[in-house]
């Protein structure tokens, strides 16, 4: 019965805390060492290894550092200390202690550290996670054409790109940013994340038959606050803090990307295994930058992502030999300056079926490029300058690229810096500018 209860308890939790902010998913606090999904053994562990890194520490210190609610923690330490692992030190406020090891206790730490160094917040069971993503996955709301125009209203684009973009993200598929370079593909992938909606939440790590694996990526996650009402409802409601709360991730990588990275990494030494890309990225973004310069064939990289592509799900490998099956819950982004007709066959085309153009600005973007990027730089407003560039383009028979008011701006400011003269934009300093940036080697 005490038991059910519990169960109930956390489910009502879960869904109030969803049902008072914007997310899709909350993770309730536990209420007993069951509803963990840990075993007493791997959470005595926890602790041991937790006091020999940090030192005595209060019960409640204690359990902030793992995660758990004092609660939860509090009637293991107390058969810890029957058993002679622990001692108290001194009193601690609220009716608590200072925990030390004892000699026995530092040889089962030391022992636990052999066997997996890993020390920080409790993980949570792999089904949970799996849960967590299937809640929190972009795809559950679509985006409208103003919530993509936000998302791309700090830079310069086409605006036809609006009506093939969007449908690209509804559809929860793989997409293609192709076109020459500096006009933009990586920083509107990194915008496109915006669009997904309110911050997720992801587990510190996780664990499944014995095997640890760190989630948490400093890279890629950028905590957020948890949210409040205006009634500080929420303040009652705890969540658990093996969890964080982040921004919806955007995982990019480029040319550095190996195929060991889209798989799970087993340290030997600390016992711990470190999430792919994929895992790191799920409810969120993964762009791969300049897709055709990896290390590896495009053809081996790309028949790794069939699969997870046609089902979204993807099978990963633990150290042990098991196959699990994770959610692949993220909108993959290639961009290159390829015609990806050139990289891949027509069989892994399909599976991607948005092939998007980013083409060079014309005149009148061009123009209103130049002067956003001269105003941000604290340089006079100055039209002529646009015109004069537009000029050389068409006298070396060159194309205007998105990134080349920032460039050649940034190499007039360096001069005037150098010079010790007042920001300006002067046709002989365009001149200078041109010359460097555009010499034929």
């Known amino acids: 019965m005490n038991a059910a209860i519990h169960e109930t308890h956390a489910v009502d939790a879960g869904l109030l805390g969803s049902l008072l902010t914007d997310d899709t998913f909350w993770p309730a606090e536990t209420q007993s060492l069951s509803e963990t999904g840990l075993s007493d053994s ?87 996670y799996v849960l967590s993503v299937e809640a929190q996955s972009a795809g559950l709301e679509p985006v409208t054409q103003d919530q993509l125009r936000q998302a791309l209203s700090g830079i310069s684009y086409q605006q036809d790109l609006l009506d093939f973009i969007g449908p690209a993200i509804n559809s929860n598929t793989g997409l293609f940013l192709f076109g020459e370079p500096g006009n933009g593909k990586t920083t ?18 996780i664990l499944d038959d014995g095997n640890l694996i760190k989630l948490q990526d400093d890279a890629f996650h950028r905590p957020a606050p ?77 028949n790794r992502w069939i699969v997870p592509l046609e089902n979204r799900c993807d099978f990963l490998t633990l150290p042990t030999g098991k196959k699990i099956q994770m959610p692949f819950e993220q909108m993959l982004i290639f961009s290159t300056n390829l015609d990806p ?69 940034k190499q007039i400011e360096a001069f005037c810096r150098y010079r010790q003269l007042p920001l300006g934009i002067r046709p002989e300093y365009l001149e200078r500018a041109c010359r460097s940036y555009f010499s034929d080697l």
Not at 341 to 365: N, S, T
């Open 42 to 128: 791997f959470i005595e562990g926890l602790i041991l290894k937790s006091v020999l890194s940090v030192g005595t520490l209060s019960g409640r210190s204690l359990s902030e550092f793992i995660g758990l609610p004092f609660k939860v923690v509090d009637p293991l330490l107390d058969v810890m200390r029957t058993r002679k692992m622990i001692a108290h030190v001194r009193p601690a406020p609220f009716n608590d202690y200072y925990y030390s090891l004892t000699e026995l206790g530092q040889n089962r730490a030391a022992a636990q550290m052999k066997q997996c160094s890993y020390v920080g917040p409790a993980p949570v069971p792999l089904s949970d």
């Open 188 to 205: 509107i992938a990194r915008c496109l994340t915006q669009c997904l909606g309110q911050e997720i939440w992801i587990p510190h790590a």
């Open 226 to 302: 948890v949210p409040e009402t205006a009634a500080k409802i929420l303040k009652a409601q705890e969540w658990d803090r093996r969890w964080l709360r982040i921004q919806r991730p955007t995982v990019m990588v480029g040319g550095e990307l190996v195929m060991e990275n889209l798989e799970v990494r087993h340290d030997a030494r600390s016992n711990i295994c470190e999430a792919p890309l994929q895992m790191k990225s799920n409810c969120g973004c993964l762009l791969i930058d300049d897709f055709g310069r990896q290390r590896i064939a495009p053809e081996e990289l790309l």
């Open 341 to 409: 007709g050139d990289l891949v066959d027509e069989a892994f085309l399909r599976r991607v079926p948005y092939k998007i153009f980013v083409g060079d600005p014309g005149p009148d973007e061009y123009r209103q490029l130049m002067k956003t990027v001269a105003r941000q730089m604290g340089f006079p407003e100055t039209p002529e300058a646009a015109e004069y560039l537009l000029s050389f383009y068409q006298k070396k028979s060159r194309k205007p690229r998105r990134c080349h008011p920032r460039d050649l701006l």
